[in-house]
């Protein structure tokens, strides 16, 4: 789906979408999030959900909210994440916090006020990390450390939304437009439906369902709890086929969508902090964005990950990933170069002289697997899974074992 300027900007600044990073969302639950005691809402189709979501106009809130992830990633030393690890290695760069949010649950405390003034306070303990953009400015200040990022909000340029026109083909403005694009780009690989009504954070809301259609995809569902009243999403939810815990769970627990007072937004660095400002070269001195068009501190605030979407070039030229199959069980193939590596640890692991212990190990890095593609190991967690292969070729996805040897066989 193409977009247009004013559009995504418009969707930037949908507040809960800024905070949560629909899972795309990037980002489940315990097996009952709506009840059948849920609140009496009138019927709606999911047509007129998606689109009472797209006319929201809502740029004002306050309020906590709590993130929850469970990828079956193992557990790592605070710190390890993301070089300082955030409140509990130190460290003031977005990037190293948002880290942490791969594993565990987390708090905050959030507050919008359109699309110059946001702020995050994660309060996973007595210390806090405070995210705020407020104007031209983006302050990363961790209460422990007393250590501050800082950095320049990048601009459109001076063109502003009314520069923007839209171009054929590229997103409607209108929430029936978009609604219908959004129906359109589910195509053949999603059904789309309206499931029980529930209560997050004390207001009535619907649950827009998004399934996969078909077999494949380690995502059973994607549930999005939509107010309504004012049609903002208040709660997104990812499910593993295989059951268990949820694999992301990111919601509003409280939330006023009153304006927040303007000292909200307001920072100034402590006098004994220790301020480092952004990478030299991430925003040019006319404000522009950085050659990858994301820069550490508002990118964070924009986009709280879930899961991540596999994305590359075409080509499949080595080192550069091609997108194999489309929708739910797309899968990523990247020509690595690196041959014969898997059956040489496995050749030494054998070794009579090997260390004790070396076959199991290397068994624990991803179960053996074989086909026409010749021999590999999976690496798995409860979403994403990678397939590497002795000739140097690396198959990654949410997508089942079976779907990776498949997608391997016919590539070889």
Do not use: C
């Amino acid at each position: 789906m193409a977009t247009n300027a004013k559009t995504r900007k418009a969707a930037r600044y949908a507040v809960p979408v800024a905070v949560f990073g629909v899972v795309a969302g990037t980002i489940a639950m315990v097996p009952a999030f709506a009840n059948a005691g849920g609140p009496d809402l009138p019927k709606v189709t999911a047509q007129q959900l998606i689109e009472k979501i797209a006319a929201s106009d809502v740029q004002q809130l306050s309020g906590s909210a709590k993130i929850s992830t469970d990828l079956g990633l193992p557990s790592l030393p605070a710190g390890l994440l993301g070089g300082g690890g955030g409140v509990t290695g130190g460290s003031a760069d977005p990037q190293d916090k948002l880290a942490q949010l791969a594993s565990g649950t987390h708090t905050f405390r959030v507050a919008a006020d359109g699309p110059d003034r946001q702020k995050l306070t994660f309060v996973d303990g007595k210390d806090e990390y405070s995210l705020v953009h407020n104007g031209d400015d983006v302050w990363g200040y961790d209460s422990k450390s007393k250590e501050v990022f800082h950095e320049k909000a990048p601009t459109d340029g001076g063109k502003g939304d009314k520069g923007s026109d839209r171009k054929a083909g590229e997103l409607g403005a209108s929430p029936q437009e978009i609604a219908q694009e959004v129906l359109k780009a589910a195509g053949t690989t999603t059904d789309i439906s309206v499931g029980d009504t529930a209560q997050v954070a004390g207001r009535d809301a619907y649950q827009l369902v998004l399934k996969p259609k078909g077999n494949g995809s380690t995502v059973a569902s994607v549930k999005i709890a939509v107010d309504g009243k004012n049609g903002v999403p208040l709660r997104v939810q990812v499910l593993s086929t295989d059951g268990g815990k949820p694999i992301v769970d990111a919601g509003f627990t409280k939330v006023d969508f009153s304006k927040p007072a303007a000292d909200t937004f307001a920072f100034t660095p402590p006098k004994d902090a220790k301020v480092t400002e952004g990478a030299a070269g991430e925003h040019g001195k006319d404000g522009k964005d950085s050659k990858d068009g994301k820069d550490k501190g508002l990118g964070a605030l924009e986009s709280i990950p879930g899961l991540g979407g596999l994305t590359g070039g075409a080509d499949g030229a080595k080192g550069e990933p091609k997108v194999l199959g489309e929708g739910w069980t797309s899968i990523a193939r990247i020509e690595t170069g690196a041959t014969g590596t898997l059956k040489g640890m496995d050749d030494a692991a054998k070794d009579k002289n090997a260390p004790k212990g070396a076959a199991q190990f290397l068994d624990s890095l991803g179960e053996k697997v074989s086909g026409k593609f010749g021999e590999g190991r999976v690496l798995k967690t409860r979403v994403v899974n990678a397939l590497i292969t002795d000739d140097g070729k690396v198959y990654v996805g949410a997508v089942t074992k079976a779907e990776l040897v498949k997608a391997a066989d016919a590539n070889k």
